[in-house]
């Protein structure tokens, strides 16, 4: 079994011991850091997600899963984060309100961090209200993001959305961030939809996005 295929199968069967000595490894190996995160974390974290589908595992489970991978991705941080050299200003970020999912948001967090911006990132089961104070509180924000995993909390992104961009479009002063939004049921036309100003579907691609839409 290839290391990769061992870091996802510790990923997957939850064995939180092993994965920081086994990442650690994979890396002393010189395996590249983005390969051990799609190839064999976030590939991990699919399977999980099926097998919870079929019933073949349930929440706590699922639970110690995704402490693995977070444990993992600490491990895997340090190589991600390249250091950017250009400063492209503020982002705020948080998984919307009723929904507890962060392990993609906090990569796309991590990725934006290192393209150069400076990020606040205010967590999970975020509401309006936390996002239009942390709007106010920074006028010279430039990008907002915004991550959903559920489909039921699609509508409490769409009502987010909607309150952030009365805002921006109210003669408030803040009218020069961004929003972004994404997460695995968010689509290319629901994002349209809900008037957001870009979609990407992953972590690399949200920071690409930040930086042009900030540029
Ligand atoms: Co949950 N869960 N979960 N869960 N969970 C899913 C999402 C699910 C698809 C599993 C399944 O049924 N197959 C399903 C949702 C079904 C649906 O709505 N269609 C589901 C469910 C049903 C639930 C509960 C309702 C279960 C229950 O209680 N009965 C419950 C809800 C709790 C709540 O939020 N209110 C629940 C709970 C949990 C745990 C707490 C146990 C745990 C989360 C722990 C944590 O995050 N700290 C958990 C987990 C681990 C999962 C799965 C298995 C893995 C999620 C993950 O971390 N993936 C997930 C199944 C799956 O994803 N296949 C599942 C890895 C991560 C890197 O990917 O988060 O997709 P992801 O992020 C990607 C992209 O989406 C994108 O970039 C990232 C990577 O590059 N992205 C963005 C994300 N945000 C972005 C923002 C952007 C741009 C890109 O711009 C701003």
New binding site residues.
């Given amino acids: 079994m290839s290391k990769i295929d061992e870091i996802a199968q510790v990923i997957e069967t939850g064995k939180l011991k092993i994965i920081e000595p086994l990442v650690t490894e994979a890396l002393g190996e010189g395996l590249d850091p983005l390969e051990i995160l799609n190839e064999g974390m976030?590939k991990a974290?699919?399977i999980?997600?099926?097998k919870?589908?079929k019933s073949e595992i349930f929440?706590p489970e699922?639970?110690v899963?995704?402490k693995t991978?977070?444990k993992g991705v600490e491990i895997l941080k340090p190589k991600l984060a390249a250091g950017a050299t250009t400063s492209f200003g503020k982002c705020i970020?948080g998984t919307v309100h009723?929904?507890?999912?962060?392990?993609?948001?906090n990569?796309?967090s991590l990725m934006i961090e290192s393209a150069g911006f400076a990020v606040l990132d205010l967590g999970v089961d975020v509401t309006t209200d936390a996002f239009i104070a942390a709007i106010k509180s920074n006028p010279d924000t430039k990008i907002v993001?915004?991550?959903a995993?559920?489909?039921?909390?699609m509508p409490a992104m769409k009502d987010t959305a909607a309150a952030i961009l009365d805002l921006r479009s109210a003669a408030s002063g803040l009218s020069g961030f961004k929003l972004?939004?994404?997460?695995?049921?968010i689509t290319e036309e629901f994002a349209r939809q809900i008037g957001a100003d870009g979609y990407?579907?992953?972590?690399?691609s949200?920071a690409v996005l930040a930086k042009k839409l900030a540029g």
């Avoid at 995993?149 to 909390?153: A, E, M, Q, V």
């Avoid at 972004?180 to 049921?185: C, E, L, R």
């Avoid at 990407?200 to 690399?204: I, L, M, R």
């Fill in positions: 976030i974290m699919g999980v997600g099926e919870f589908q929440v699922m639970l899963a995704a991978m977070k970020i009723g929904d507890l999912h962060d392990i993609g948001k990569l796309v993001a915004l991550s995993l559920l489909t039921t909390t972004v939004v994404g997460g695995a049921p990407t579907t992953d972590a690399a949200a």
